[in-house]
């Protein structure tokens, strides 16, 4: 896939006047995300998504580099997040439409800290909830989930027994469990130790929730 002519044109006079600005030390940080910005995303069309999305389709090996283009989007993104005065790059890659979505999996008994945590994380993919170990087990039965959030003391099955459960059937999935609970005892963090498992306490700043999820699905 290449760049049309006039693409191409807009791209190579993007380069030349940023290495202008260069050579005269002139460029600011504002100029350069805005070479950046324009440069990485300028064949982020509609043919662009139909190219990507055919090959997907049609070709599974082409997927994981489908979900490294998506995940490079979401780098930038991230960087510009926490600077506030490059708002408006943000918003013009934020406006482009998504070529892979990870899904995303938040097991809690209790349902508005579910709903919560999920609303936390719809940036990072597409959440689902599930109320208990077993409803999770049935749901990852049926989906990729590149991130799972559970609670540990939940009825029905427990989170540690969710895990378990899951991992003897999807051994891969041994690393992509992300504990989150309010009771952490000596046994428990010896089982997580155990286990190479990651886990938050709750309450835990959203930031760390964020980044914690972002580990996994990048």
């Keep these: ?3 049309n002519s006039a693409t191409k044109q807009k791209v190579d006079d993007y380069f030349l006047l940023c290495e202008k600005r260069i050579e005269a030390n002139s460029l600011t940080k504002e100029q350069m995300v805005d070479f950046v910005v324009s440069t990485e995303f300028s064949e982020w069309n509609d043919m662009f998504l139909y190219v990507v999305n055919t090959l997907k389709r049609n070709y599974r090996e082409f997927i994981p580099a489908a979900v490294n283009i998506q995940q490079h989007k979401r780098y930038v993104e991230r960087f510009l997040e926490d600077r506030p005065e490059f708002s408006r790059f943000l918003k013009r890659i934020q406006s482009l439409l998504m070529v892979w979505q990870e ?3 938040v097991v809690d008994d209790d ?4 709903g ?3 609303a936390i994380l719809e940036d990072e993919g597409a959440v689902e909830t599930a109320a208990n170990g077993d409803e999770g087990l049935k749901k990852i039965g049926g989906k990729y989930f590149a991130a799972i959030v ?3 003391d939940m009825p029905i099955m427990d989170g540690i027994e969710f895990y378990k459960k899951a991992v003897e059937i999807y051994p891969n999935m041994k690393d992509r469990f992300l504990f989150f609970t309010s009771a952490v005892g000596e046994k428990r963090i010896a089982f997580f130790n155990k286990n190479n498992l990651k886990y ?3 309450p835990s700043p959203i930031d760390d ?3 914690a999820v972002f580990e996994y699905v990048q």
């Design 1 to 3: 896939m290449e760049l």
């Design 200 to 202: 938050l306490t709750k």
């Design 103 to 105: 899904k995303i999996l």
């Design 116 to 118: 919560l945590v999920a």
């Design 111 to 114: 349902n508005m800290l579910a």
């Design 209 to 211: 929730i964020k980044r």
């Design 150 to 152: 559970t609670d540990v």
